[in-house]
């Protein structure tokens, strides 16, 4: 550790394995449970701004909350479904706890205790099933899985323009509930 706190590498220089350990260390990717713990955070502190900005708007100190929470929650609910979808089909779900996992998004503050569920059955234990040296992928969607794990970076990209894409067409449908 320097003097202003900064962790350095402590392999001695001569010792490439040492160095190879750490490099490993740091790119190790995100494990399903890691991965849906935040989304399912994420999904709940959403739900939260959204609450507020209607407590603001109906308590009459401001209605300018709603939309940018509304739009923020909507982003991170499609994300969510996306994650959850990727992990269901990563992790074998049954199709009836998939849908669950979907529909807690819906309910406020309910991804949590689905995440909780879910980790302590063993729903999101070990790492990807689909990454390269894993299972081969057989279906479609394993095969959609498996490629996004192999290339996560471009998988991102694509995950943000579907879930871009899922969001211009529900803003050019309409609120969720009718005005007026």
Not at 19 to 41: C, K, N, W
């Amino acid at each position: 550790m320097t003097e202003d706190g900064r962790i350095v590498d402590q392999a001695p220089p001569n010792d490439p394995d040492a160095h190879q350990a750490l490099d490993t260390q740091e790119s190790t990717p995100m494990t399903p449970r890691e991965l849906y713990g935040r989304f399912a955070v994420a999904e709940a502190v959403t739900w939260t701004l959204l609450i507020l900005g209607m407590v603001l708007k109906y308590t009459g100190t401001s209605e300018a909350f709603v939309p940018v929470f509304g739009m923020l929650h909507g982003l991170v609910f499609l994300a969510y479904c996306v994650v959850t979808c990727f992990v269901w089909v990563d992790q074998r779900w049954s199709a009836g706890f998939g849908v669950l996992g979907l529909a807690s998004a819906v309910v406020p503050y309910a991804t949590i205790p689905f995440e909780h569920r879910a980790r302590r059955s063993g729903r999101l234990a070990g790492g990807w099933r689909l990454a390269p040296g894993g299972d081969r992928p057989g279906t479609v969607l394993e095969k959609l899985g498996a490629w996004s794990l192999r290339s996560p970076a471009l998988a991102v990209v694509a995950g943000v323009v579907v879930v871009a894409g899922l969001a211009s067409v529900l803003l050019h449908l309409g609120p969720p509930v009718p005005r007026g």
